[in-house]
């Protein structure tokens, strides 16, 4: 049995359409991450979800129980369902456990558990006004977890923290999926925050889904340039003057490929042969810029012995071509 179940969704916010007709389950423990350009509804869709804002149309169900939206209730939200906004807020001049406590409704050895996963067992004696914005996070995180919700929505959790902070994060909600086994919905728009994360990806454009599956499916074979961009940097490669990838191409679309699936060759023996543009150093890798037939083409190497005007030879390395 699905544990969230979502049909024909629609909604609308300061007289705008942001949701249009989206339908989707989620299995229980499993993870979905939702990625969109700003404004394609990813935030309305997920307060809709945890009862947050009301539908026009359309159906939320939670174990086969409708979630109610706040035209239907007193007081907004489901008590099954947490929600971490991207804007958290804690109370001023408590001290962390005096919080934690309000909320809490597990035994004393399972919420400790959510505070050491969480990464707040040792800052339940420090003031509110005491800590970081990371710190506050973390807090409001477990505070949720200790209500015992079968689904936890996360609201762009990465966007208001350093890099630091940020990484730290991301191991956290790791932990809590990996030890915890809850069921998360995660929006966000950055690929590095969905990619190693998600089971199932979404991808939004104007309210509607547009395309799903797996990060892998999603990264190596997007529906157009559009999905492509929201994982990454990409190539569209012309292969009217590769033989050998032009006759793959049956229908004279262009050669869809990542970055990493270049890779240098030998001027002499290359089929693709191009004239190097730009050299940027990025700690773990090099991208290099190579002007090949008028194209400018896009990659990344660990190493290189090139240099700005050099002519050098291209391998596409993948089993798998993709066109769009």
Known sequence: MALLTVAHLSGAEEGKTTVRDVSFIQQPFEKIAIAGET???????????????????????????????????????????????????????YHVHELM???????????????????????????????????????VLAKLLSTAPDLLLLDEPFSNLDMLHKQQMKSVLQDVGEE???????????????????????FMRHGTIVQK????????????????????????????AIPSLHKKNKEGKKLFCRPEQLRLTDVHS????????????????????????????????????LHIGQQTGLEFVSDNPWYL
């Open 101 to 139: 406590e309000m909320a809490n409704l597990l035994e004393e050895a399972a919420a400790k558990k959510i505070y050491s996963i969480c990464r707040v067992d040792h800052l339940l004696n420090r003031r509110t006004n005491e800590l970081s914005g990371g710190e506050k996070q973390r807090i």
């Open 270 to 305: 290359s089929e693709i042969k191009g004239t190097v543009k730009k050299i940027l150093y990025w700690g773990s890798y090099y991208s290099l810029d190579i002007l090949v037939n008028g194209q400018l083409v896009f990659l990344q190497v660990p190493h290189h012995s």
């Open 213 to 240: 599956g797996s990060p892998e499916e999603l990264y190596n074979q997007p529906a157009d340039a559009y999905c492509a961009a929201l994982l990454g940097a990409y190539n569209l490669i012309d292969t009217s």
């Open 180 to 202: 915890m086994k809850i069921t998360s919905l995660l929006v966000s728009h950055d690929a590095l925050d969905i990619l190693s994360w998600a089971d199932t990806v979404f």
């Open 39 to 93: 404004g394609a509804g990813k935030t309305s869709l997920l307060k809709m979800i945890g009862g947050l804002m009301q539908p026009a149309s359309g159906q939320v169900f939670l174990n086969d129980e409708p979630v109610k939206g706040p035209d239907e209730q007193l007081i907004p939200g489901h008590k099954k369902i947490a929600y971490l906004s991207q804007h958290f807020e804690l109370r001023n001049n």
